[in-house]
């Protein structure tokens, strides 16, 4: 453990979607600190993105964060924000690797929906059918409930110790296996009340990569490797398995303890994650991902209609299969999704007209209010 006296970092709590969606409001923060743009076109002269990455740092409500926005014109721009590291003062680099958290269901969820299209597995199969005696009552829990995360299943990381989002000292070195991670899940019943129809739950994407698995007879992530990563040409994300470390360049993430300390939660063992949020990348890749994914690249017509179903959440988005929809007030909506790994925030957003918001975040002591959330993101959809 280490001791950062200028800099402190926010610990997130909890690892649900709806924090998640509270934790938005970082990109909302109006407009001046160091950075260093990388840009193709620049936007709108009335965007400051720089002044908003630099305001995020100043107010520390980021030790670092990388942005790439692309324009109602097209017009892309990219910066950064902040230090990489605290310790030696480098900047953060906007060209970066980070941890993206759950925007890993996505790519695991894109798989899978690829073997629907091969006619391997449909949406309304139970997963019984394809892991039995795996899930408990899988004989009437369907495939798009898994995806859906309305299938109600107990959330393996609601458990102490169990959380990718809080530290764990040197555990966060273990290596899991996912078989490790559904008996955690299930070793007590699910306890739902009766009106609830949605719950996010990363156990529902540890039984996506078991689902791939066990129809294509090849690791998960190798799956995603083969019809996603290299299709795409997205040479810059990774699946990392028992690695601890990213890639350089990197910005590191930081927690702070409940007894005012602040550590280095950089590297980490994201087993624990596995196919609900072990992978990481960069802010290109994820635009050049949402633009294959919701562009038609790599499904169908109608199983990307599936996927884009919505089901609402009362978490202030929508859920599909392997996505989160958001409304703006202007009409716009914006669709991907966000990540949270301990030290690492992560959003990868587009709109059907093209517009992309890629933001990694790694939040400060300060972290913004909620209500400006929307302020930010009309900047780039409205």
Not at 176 to 192: E, G
Request: charged share 20%; glycine share 10%.
């Amino acid at each position: 453990m280490i001791r950062i006296s200028r800099w402190t970092a926010f610990a997130v709590s909890s690892a649900t979607a709806a924090t998640l969606a509270t934790a938005m409001a970082v990109l909302a923060v109006p407009a001046a600190h160091t950075a260093r743009p990388q840009s193709n076109r620049a936007p709108s002269s009335q965007d400051d993105f720089q002044g908003m990455l630099d305001d995020l740092v100043k107010t520390k409500a980021a030790t670092a964060v990388l942005l790439r926005v692309r324009t109602a014109g097209g017009g892309e721009w990219s910066g950064a924000a902040g230090l990489s590291d605290v310790r030696t003062g480098r900047p953060a680099d906007p060209a970066g690797y980070f941890r993206i958290g759950s925007v890993t269901k996505t790519f695991a969820a894109t798989v899978l929906l690829q073997l629907v299209d091969e006619r391997r597995l449909r949406l309304d199969d139970p997963v019984a059918e394809h892991l039995p005696g795996v899930v408990p009552d899988g004989e009437r829990i369907t495939v798009r409930q898994i995806l859906q995360h309305t299938s109600l299943l107990r959330d393996y990381m609601s458990d102490p110790g169990w959380s990718t989002n809080r530290w764990r000292g040197a555990q966060r070195f273990r290596a899991y296996k996912p078989d490790r991670l559904l008996a955690q899940a299930f070793r007590t019943p699910a306890q739902n009340p009766p009106d609830v129809t949605w719950k996010y739950s990363n156990t529902n994407y540890v039984v996506v990569g078991k689902l791939i698995e066990r129809l294509t007879g090849r690791p998960y992530g190798d799956e995603v490797e083969r019809r996603v990563l290299r299709p795409l040409r997205l040479t810059q994300t990774i699946v990392p398995g028992d690695r601890p470390g990213l890639p350089r360049p990197h910005a590191h993430g930081y927690a702070l303890l409940p007894d005012g300390r602040t550590v280095d939660a950089t590297r980490m063992n994201p087993s624990l994650d596995w196919a609900a949020g072990e992978m990481i990348s960069t802010t290109r890749d994820l635009g050049r991902f949402l633009d294959g994914l919701l562009g038609g690249r790599l499904l169908s017509p109608a199983t990307l209609a599936a996927m884009r179903a919505v089901h609402p959440t009362g978490a202030g988005f929508a859920y599909g299969l392997g996505l989160q929809e958001y409304t703006l007030p202007c009409g716009k909506r914006m669709i991907g999704h966000s990540g949270q790994l301990i030290g690492y925030t992560t959003y990868a957003l587009r709109s059907d007209d093209g517009r992309q918001m890629n933001l990694s975040v790694n939040l400060g002591s300060s972290p913004p209010s909620a209500d400006k959330l929307y302020a930010f993101a009309g900047k780039v959809f409205c």
